[in-house]
């Protein structure tokens, strides 16, 4: 058998960015750079747009230490994008990545990256047109399929955790009601990490509410009003997919609004939270209730890594190159976890079809009974991947005698 | 003269909690120790209202590791409070002190929490109830008068800078609008240091707008369209404050608003960042206009302090009390900086009544002729208090041919 002829590679970001999906990117460019049979390597800037307009960088002409700065960089170095290739689409690609003799195309993205990844393989063969089709996962939400969880939730879910304990703080110092819409449409799995920074008993947040679980206004307000007698002060975290139990997303319940210009409102940035907040002060005696809409920043902060997180963001890269050189043709990069205490990962092949469209959600074990708040199998599973956290102290708080 | 006589100290924390201002609780207690004319350390929950209900804890009783824990823990570990005290208080409070044989009270809050110690130095000079009043200087509005800077703002203007790098990324990678909405009703300085992040020519925020301006919704839209024709973008950093020539707060434009239950809202977590985004939507072809509330995570986050700001807030602590023990009767201790290139700073004992009640804005040098960013002037005050930022790494990305 002969070696594999020389081919140039492609490779490219897509979807919403993640704190790590950069080093995905370097940890395949430097795998590339040892393969014998990888020529030249491109980038394709904002995901197959760059294809499809031949926007291409020289993967091969950044210095190993700009590529280090780059692999600790949040946010896709590449640019992204959000588009499905047509049939059409697909006939483009292909000529450009002859035109430019690419046999490796790698894609670092979510399902829906990984279903572009899908589409142009199976494309591919139809069109007789041998390249090697390799998606790389990313997701903040930790819904891909396949896989034990996804590079980019361990530092998104320390991001929350930690932005949980400072707001805990706040609240504990200043008592009231607290509201964090986290991100998550269909998977609670961001939202629960807010429960990973709590040391003391009555840390918050008490109460977490998941897309997975149809959500109930008046056990709510049960909910917190039981809470609030509790502690004298209640910390609720919220994924903006919480929806009743025929599925209507609450936050929808915003699009009866009109502003000042007659505009109907669709959805505004504080719109779940200030709903919520004021349900609680309409039907309880709460005054002080307050919420906060994470946002973007929760993606993309700089300087909120999970170390665990981003040494696997870059192995998934490496081991999707390398695997594509060991003459696989396409595939996904799923991390499965090793039985046993100690927390160890495989980094295993699977099928485009297997990750690719569908994601998943939180499995049940994960969520308590009454379905506002999480299990200790999920801070189990969890805290590992996000790593070790801040501890805040507290005072002893020994009384004065009167 | 005679050693002064042995009397006991007591301690508490009001207003909004800061990042660091557990460090002048403790740098206080640590310096009470080493001071033999102090007796007993008393620390009184929320404030005043601890006072006001005999609510105390004993802060010798703490162990030097609990205290360094609380020390670099977010948020006011005594608890706080927003409370003006009355003249009956004050009889009270007197009460309270007497029977506590208190001879000195310190007090760690901002200008609304400098006005109440200087209302109970006032009734006591007139009860004549003879104690050493205090206040140290916290607040992440950096707003006290007869202050260089103050502590609390290096490190909220360290995550709102870090914030905004993540966004600038996120944008870049996913072209569009972004408002950040940053806390600050009257002074700009939190706002304003969302510029200190920026690192390469085209990074954001490219508009910053700050109460100390008036707000015109017409030259908004026109900076927008200039700035997004330039980069194809726009990252806009917005303080919460920003009002009309009138003086009418923009985001009190949104009293108009009913939500579906026919409550008219008069404000909400989003309500500014949603009228801006739906502004540039309306009057301009830009379609994807994304907007952010940083709200509390700005000023409690678990894991973002500045190092300079955490150790200035242990120091006006123990200077307050060192201070008094050198038998100084009132006092604030306000940070003055040094002339000179090296970034240095004095601790220094001004009047409560220089501090009090009146809160400042940022000077005129620190703002562009336009209203709609920093000067180089801010970034050189501003970038030794924030501390070194991280750097985002860029590829070179050297184009391929076509």
Redesign the interface.
């Known amino acids: 058998m002969s070696a594999p002829k020389k081919q140039n590679m492609l490779i490219a ?1 897509s979807g ?2 993640s704190m790590v999906i ?1 080093q995905s990117l370097v940890g395949a460019v430097i795998e590339a750079k040892k393969q014998a049979q990888i020529g030249k390597i ?2 394709s ?2 995901g197959i747009k760059g294809i499809l307009e ?6 091969r ?3 190993a230490s ?1 590529l ?15 588009q499905k290739p047509t049939a059409e689409d697909c006939t483009r690609i292909f000529e450009i990545l002859r035109d ?1 003799n690419v046999g490796y195309f790698f894609y670092i993205g979510g399902n829906d990256s990984c279903e572009t990844v899908h589409i142009i393989n199976q494309e591919a063969i139809k069109a007789k047109h041998p390249i090697h089709c390799f998606h790389i996962p990313k997701t903040i939400d930790n819904d891909l399929r396949s896989n034990d969880h996804t590079p980019g939730f361990g530092s998104a879910g320390r991001f929350v955790a ?2 949980l ?3 805990n ?2 609240n ?3 008592p009231g009601v ?1 509201i964090s819409v986290i991100m998550g449409r269909h998977a609670g799995f961001l939202t629960a990490a807010a429960a990973l ?1 709590r040391v003391y008993e009555d840390d918050g947040p008490h109460l977490i509410y998941l897309p997975e679980r149809p959500f109930s206004m008046p056990r709510f307000i049960k909910d917190v009003k039981a809470v609030y007698k509790k502690y004298g002060r209640c910390l609720i975290a919220v994924s903006e997919g919480i929806a009743d139990s025929r599925g209507q997303a609450i936050a929808a ?2 699009s ?6 007659g ?1 109907v ?1 669709l959805s ?4 779940l ?3 919520l ?2 349900e609680i002060k ?1 039907r309880t005696t709460i005054s002080r209730v ?8 929760q ?6 890594v999970s170390p665990v997180d981003a040494k696997e963001a870059r192995a998934v890269g490496s081991v999707a190159v390398k695997t594509a050189c060991q003459g696989v043709k396409s595939g996904s990069i799923a991390i499965k976890r090793k039985p046993g205490k100690a927390y160890k990962v495989n980094f295993v092949r699977v099928p485009l079809k297997a990750v690719a469209r569908d994601a998943r959600e939180m499995p049940a074990k994960y969520i308590n009974k009454a379905g506002n708040d999480v299990t200790q199998s999920f801070i189990d599973y969890a805290a590992p991947i996000v790593g070790k ?12 005698k ?1």
Chains 1, 2 share one sequence.
């Open positions: 970001q919403g960015p950069n491109f980038g800037l904002h031949e926007d291409l960088i020289d993967l002409k950044e210095s700009s280090e700065a780059v692999a600790a960089t949040p946010s896709s170095g590449l640019g992204t994008v959000r430019h930690q932005a304990q400072g707001v703080l706040d504990r110092a200043l607290h920074g319940k915003f009866k609004e009109v502003d000042s210009h505009n409102q505004g940035t504080g719109a939270g200030d709903l907040a004021n309409a307050r919420s906060d809409t994470f946002g973007y920043l993606r993309s902060f700089m300087g909120c956290l801040p501890k805040p102290g507290r005072l002893k708080g020994v009384k004065v009167r």
